[in-house]
């Protein structure tokens, strides 16, 4: 994804015993990942991410925890405000699958389907922004705020004006 938050491990170099991982952006990084996440700003950025290998089941489970004081722009009063997010999560690595086997894989809706290492080496950093990226919303807004639609034209002209009146005047 990125280098300047990129925190790299190697699947060889882990043992099995449960690892702990505390990610935290200085201000440099936190504005880059401004950039990143295409927000205003990024205030504060931590990651708790725990792994555990287990060789036996080609497997690398990962959990942890992500917190975030984004900068946001509301779509409603284009104002700057900061929100907080939080975002708690698991899921797992199959250590051996491919990408070819993911796609064969039959798997209904709820079943969970591994992610795939790469190269050997899973990066932290991708994973903490991945966290955070997915709990956003697309399109922010200030708590209690509400979009209402004002026409500024009154109910006679807007029936005029709709586009299917206007077709039916152009098939006669």
């Known amino acids: 994804m990125q280098k300047d938050f990129s925190y790299p491990l190697k699947?060889?170099?882990l043992n099995q015993q449960e690892q702990h991982y505390h990610l935290s952006?200085?201000?440099?990084?936190c504005?880059?990942?401004a950039?990143?996440?295409?927000?205003?700003?990024?205030?504060?950025?931590?990651?708790?991410?725990?792994?555990?290998?287990?060789?036996?089941?080609?497997?690398?489970d990962v959990w942890g925890?992500?917190?975030?004081?984004?900068?946001?722009?509301?779509?409603?009063?284009?104002?700057?405000?900061?929100?907080?997010?939080?975002?708690?999560f698991r899921y797992y690595y199959d250590t051996q699958a491919t990408y070819k086997d993911i796609r064969e894989l039959e798997a209904g809706i709820n079943d969970e389907i591994p992610d795939i290492i790469e190269n050997?080496?899973?990066?932290?950093?991708?994973?903490?922004?991945?966290?955070?990226?997915?709990?956003m919303e697309d399109y922010p807004r200030q708590e209690g705020e509400e979009f209402v639609f004002e026409s500024e034209f009154d109910e006679e002209t807007n029936r005029e004006n709709n586009p299917f009146k206007i077709l039916e005047k152009l098939k006669k």
């Open 120 to 135: 050997g080496t899973i990066d932290l950093g991708n994973i903490a922004i991945e966290q955070l990226a997915l709990v």
């Open 31 to 33: 504005n880059i990942l």
């Open 11 to 13: 699947i060889e170099d």
């Open 35 to 60: 950039e990143i996440l295409q927000v205003e700003g990024v205030n504060k950025f931590t990651a708790d991410i725990y792994l555990k290998l287990k060789l036996k089941e080609h497997r690398l």
């Open 65 to 88: 925890k992500v917190e975030a004081d984004v900068v946001l722009k509301s779509v409603i009063s284009l104002e700057n405000f900061v929100k907080r997010y939080e975002n708690v």
């Open 25 to 29: 952006a200085d201000s440099k990084q």
